[in-house]
């Protein structure tokens, strides 16, 4: 069984030089209810193989509990995204809240992403992509009064009006029309 990591809580959350892996392995030695702040504030990082961020910021505060360590805290990052309207790339707000028990020694642990390793290095990469992938919108919008695309031409309609005139009603569509205009 290897020896835990000893950190200083002085140190920087950065090892490996990824900002997601965290030496916690020194609060496993220190009493209950002692905790230490983590603050991130880097420019780019790459949460998984299909999720890199811009701008990831916020801080977790990892707290000595009996079974473990118990993480609360927020992040913030914006990741590209294309608008399903006009299909322009922009920056998605993402906007994720840790509130989970991370259980220690691991092979108490109900699931390996909430277990601390033996090592004490705690990678929350896997963790923070499941909650920014489920943050993203279903249908990302660049904004809410996205006009889109012009069925005829092609052009952004939030840059240009092109003028096509557009495709005559349905009479039999008209409730349905109605309805989506007054929501």
């Given at each position: ?9 002085g ?24 905790n ?28 000595r ?67 920014m ?14 006009r ?35 929501t």
């Open positions: 069984m290897p020896a835990l990591c000893r950190g200083h809580p140190q920087g959350a950065n090892l490996n030089s990824h900002p997601l892996r965290l030496n916690v392995g020194f609060l496993l030695h220190e009493g209950i209810g002692y230490r702040t983590f603050d991130f504030d880097y420019p780019n990082v790459q949460v998984g193989d299909d999720l890199d961020v811009n701008d990831l910021r916020g801080s977790i505060r990892m707290t509990a009996v079974q473990g360590l118990y993480a609360h805290g927020q992040l913030t990052a914006i990741a590209r995204a294309e608008c399903v309207r006009c299909l322009n790339p922009y920056g998605q707000p993402l906007d994720i809240e840790f509130d989970d028990l991370f259980v220690y020694p691991p092979s108490k642990a109900p699931e390996p992403l909430l277990a601390v390793p033996e090592t004490g290095l705690l990678d929350l990469s896997p963790l923070v992509r499941e909650y992938l489920l943050d993203f919108p279903i249908q990302p919008l660049c904004r809410p009064d996205c889109g695309l012009c069925p005829e031409c092609g052009a952004s309609l939030n840059e240009t009006t092109c003028g096509h005139a557009q495709a005559p009603t349905d009479m039999r569509r008209a409730p349905l029309r109605a309805s989506q205009i007054e």
